[in-house]
């Protein structure tokens, strides 16, 4: 996952030291869960994502059993307005992924695979 790490900016995951719901998590959990919140280095990458993930489904919810993606600015917070979106972080580079069953190795070649495309692209 190396061509990820340098195209994703931010990661947050309640299973991180230095999230604010963390020792919460911790104490009132086993585990920290399969939903994450990542951003990556502009609009234009994120939609790249959307666009070629063909195992990840990017769908509106995130409660199935397979792995989905959605993108919060045009689903899920789009009646936010955009002030409080951003106060609060969320940007139009910013991807939501509930990870499913699947083989995290196929998770990974997937993620490899739509990256490589998009940096093909540009």
Known sequence: MARAQKHVTKVIYPGFEDHPGHEIMKRQSRGYGAMLTFQVENKNFA????GKVRMIRFAESL?????????????THADVPK????????????????????????????????FREIENEQ
């Open 63 to 75: 409660g199935g059993v397979e792995t989905l993606l959605t993108y919060p600015t045009t689903q």
């Open 83 to 114: 002030e409080i979106q951003e106060k609060n972080g969320l940007t139009d580079a910013t991807l939501r992924m509930s990870v499913g069953i699947e083989n995290v190795k196929d998770l990974i070649a997937e993620l490899d695979r739509v």
């Open 47 to 50: 939609l790249g994502i959307l």
